[in-house]
């Protein structure tokens, strides 16, 4: 898991070859009034989802974990809050089998740990990092771009 501001991304564009197309969209474009819907910016490889959503509650946000992409969270209008924990770490099983046509599974346990995003901020979730995003009060409005891994390429 990483978390930054977006204005440091240059720092992280290395870790994967779409980092850089991703980051670079990010940065060009107002996505204020954007309508909520899918960008796709390279088939499967990668997309963005503009989401505005609302929050949960710690106790009613699930865990999720992926397997074939890598999140990149990025809020827009407002603060939210992510759990996280290593999928290593994880007690229980998933609520249901893993779902491959749409590369998740759910958890009902608690996230090891709390982080706070702001506008401006990006965090990026691996296959190995278990993460409950959007918690909070109220709406938000945030992308959530999904870069298919280095593994599956």
């Known amino acids: ?18 980092f850089p197309r991703l980051f670079e969209y990010v940065r060009t474009h107002d996505f204020t009034h954007a309508p909520a819907e899918r960008i ?3 088939g499967e490889r990668l997309f ?7 929050m949960k ?7 999720e974990v992926h397997r074939r992409y890598i999140d990149v969270h990025i809020p827009l209008s407002g603060v939210e809050e992510c759990g996280w924990s290593p999928i290593s770490s994880l007690q ?3 609520d249901l089998p893993f779902d491959e046509d749409n590369d998740y599974a759910l958890y009902t346990e608690a996230a090891q740990s709390y982080f706070v995003a702001f506008p401006g901020d990006f965090y990026i ?3 190995e990092d278990a993460h409950a995003p959007i918690i909070g009060d109220g709406r938000i409005r945030k992308l959530i771009a999904k ?7």
């Open 92 to 94: 229980a099983d998933s």
């Open 125 to 127: 979730m691996f296959p």
């Open 1 to 18: 898991m990483i978390h930054a501001r977006l204005s440091d991304s240059l720092r992280y564009e290395t870790l994967h070859p779409l």
């Open 48 to 54: 963005i989802n503009v989401a505005d959503v609302e």
């Open 147 to 153: 870069v298919l891994t280095d593994e599956q390429r």
């Open 40 to 42: 796709t910016l390279d």
């Open 57 to 63: 509650t710690r106790e009613d946000q699930k865990l």
